[in-house]
């Protein structure tokens, strides 16, 4: 004989397994919301030429030649970056000029200094750029960008001896890193 005690019991064990399955199933059922991100990262570095360094044209023997800074003849490079990025700076200034015909082996004795600045126009504003490895900070930029340049002047002297005429060069590189 069926107790109601025991059908009792059983139909609460049910009731409670029904609404437990209930419970499971409901916590596995997630709602998510998505968003779309989309991150465009351009941490470009950007050097050029502005300007050649250039001594003109001399004559054979005619000494000592100086491009001063601020002549209107100073080679000045420009680095474009980020605002605030820490840059790795070398400048691998070369010590002779060399004829471009290279069976003559003359050559024309070069010395070089370099400055860094935040403008063109206002390159008395500059600092020294040290003969090794720089770490140099790009400035905020006043205007309405992320961006903003350092400018570096290069300047100084050769010594034009008895050498053969021609044209006489040689080149200077730049190397940016950013950090």
């Not at 107790?3 to 059922?29: E, H, M, R, V, Y």
């Not at 100086?66 to 691998?92: C, H, K, P, R, Y």
Request: net charge negative; with cysteine.
């Amino acid at each position: 004989m069926i107790d109601d005690n025991n059908i009792s019991q059983a139909l609460t064990l049910k009731i409670f397994g029904l609404a437990l399955l209930l419970c499971l199933l409901q916590a596995n059922k997630t709602s998510a919301q998505f968003i779309d991100l989309r991150l465009d990262i351009d941490a470009e570095i950007t050097a050029q030429t502005e300007q050649s360094l250039n001594f003109g044209t001399l004559s054979t023997n005619s000494g000592r030649r100086m491009i001063e800074f601020g002549s209107v003849n100073m080679g000045i490079f420009s680095i474009t970056a980020l605002e605030n990025q820490l840059l790795l700076v070398t400048l691998d200034k070369p010590t002779l000029l060399n004829h471009d015909n290279p069976a003559i082996e003359e050559t024309i004795p070069l010395e070089l200094f370099a400055r860094y600045g935040f403008s063109m126009q206002n390159h008395e504003d500059s600092f020294p750029l040290p003969e090794a490895v720089s770490n140099i900070k790009v400035e905020p930029n006043p205007g309405p960008g992320p961006w903003n340049a350092i400018y570096i002047f290069m300047y100084g002297t050769i010594d034009i001896n008895d050498v053969p005429d021609g044209t006489y060069s040689n080149q200077i590189v730049l190397s940016v890193e950013y950090i």
